[in-house]
């Protein structure tokens, strides 16, 4: 195969480390021999088929360095959904451009679309080697250890629980936020992170891999609120009764819904508003907040781990090296050794493309409503240095004299 042209686009939400993997992917693919152009589509594969390029062999090494330490997504992003039809459509602006090597930066949809192309082009007889980069704050690649871009939004979201836990310490009541994750709950599950003594909250974490009854989870509250004076509560925006219906669409009349018909959950602050309602109206409490972390948990400045720096740029430089040197297809794949190292591997499309891992059993605690050391232990190391931390003042308390 001549290597000639590569082609990179970037897929999906953005996250705080996007660009680490891009711009891994373009000085190492300059390193490469034969190498003609490297060329970034706008984008995604919206501005592959409208030939939208941008000509990322003459950015100059420095300012490739800037914009890896920025989050967002440099060339820009898309939410559209290939189907066979539009995958044709990008196969043939590959070959018409001379494209030898494409990859593609992102989630679930990303690798089943690298996949339908990969099929493509060997159905053709076309030379293209096809490699997809993980990408996803939810960490819900399968055969991954965990996904760039989840450990700086699991940073984030430890850091605003850990946060919201000294608001209310100060100003006791109810404080509800949901977190991004609509099948997998490992982001909602990073706020026990944010955790340093044993009344910390959140208190309660609800995750879409257990069924939620919306009178367990009052009964929950008010149990929480009696103990303490106080609860905290982590929401994925993905829960569900045991039956699979979201809670916000049990509550609500009217719900917005995306380009692919998904009941729009975090994005509107539906979801908040709804069981904060709940919680006032039935449990009669009246100091009850909610809020929505929405986007704030992707490409938050500042807040991003050291680690999962380092390893979005290497799976970037990996996916240039299994693509000129293996002689496959495929996706790479964060792997953990020791202690805590990672290691990569590039596995076949079909194990990844369109498939979603959830968190593991073992990582949820009995109760359905917290989580387990096994998954503080998988998470901590992820989170990178330089974590934040809170103290108290210690209770050295003077005796009353008018009121004993």
């Not at 539009?86 to 070959?95: D, M």
């Not at 990303?110 to 996949?115: A, C, G, L, N, Y």
């Amino acid at each position: 195969m001549t290597p000639g042209k590569v082609l990179v686009a970037q897929g999906g939400g953005p996250t705080a480390v996007i660009n680490q993997s891009l711009v891994g992917v373009v000085l190492e693919a300059r390193r490469q021999l034969g190498v003609e152009r490297v060329y970034g589509a706008r984008h995604g594969v919206r501005g592959i088929v409208n030939e939208d390029f941008f000509d990322l062999t003459q950015e100059t090494s420095h300012n490739l360095e800037l914009v890896a330490g920025t989050p967002g997504s440099a060339l820009g992003s898309t939410r559209d959904k290939p189907d066979l039809k539009y995958c044709q459509e990008i196969f043939q602006v590959l070959k018409a451009h001379g494209i030898g090597h494409f990859f593609y930066i992102g989630g679930n949809d990303s690798s089943d679309t690298v996949r339908i192309v990969s099929e493509e082009a060997t159905r053709a007889g076309y030379p293209l080697r096809c490699i997809h980069i993980p990408k996803t704050i939810d960490n819900d690649l399968v055969g991954n250890d965990h996904t760039p871009g989840f450990p700086s939004a699991a940073r984030f979201v430890a850091q605003a629980f850990a946060g919201a836990n000294l608001d209310n310490a100060a100003l006791p009541g109810v404080y509800l936020a949901v977190v991004m994750g609509r099948h997998a709950g490992f982001l909602t599950a990073a706020s026990a992170l944010g955790r340093k003594y044993d009344d910390d909250g959140p208190h309660l974490i609800y995750l879409p891999e257990r069924g939620f009854s919306v009178e367990r989870f009052l009964a929950d509250v008010k149990a929480t609120y009696d103990r303490l004076g106080r609860c905290i509560v982590a929401v994925s925006e993905g829960i569900h009764d045991h039956s699979g219906t979201p809670i916000a669409a049990q509550l609500a009349q009217d719900l917005e819904r995306d380009a692919h018909g998904n009941v729009q959950l975090s994005g509107s602050g539906a979801l908040a508003d709804l069981l904060c309602d709940e919680i006032k109206a039935r449990l009669g409490l009246k100091r009850v907040r909610g809020d929505t972390l929405g986007y704030l948990q992707r490409s938050f400045l500042g807040c991003v781990s050291d680690v999962d720096q380092r390893e979005a740029r290497e799976v970037g430089e990996k996916a240039v090296q299994y693509g000129f040197w293996s002689g496959r297809d495929g996706s790479v794949a964060i792997r953990r050794t020791g202690h805590y190292a990672a290691d990569y591997t590039l596995l076949p499309l079909a194990e990844v493309a369109g498939r979603t891992r959830t968190m593991e059993d073992a990582f949820i605690a009995p109760s359905g409503t917290d989580v387990t050391d096994a998954f503080r232990l998988y998470l901590r190391p992820l989170l990178g240095s330089g974590m934040p931390d809170a103290y108290r003042l210690r209770p050295n308390t003077v005796a009353k004299v008018l009121k004993p």
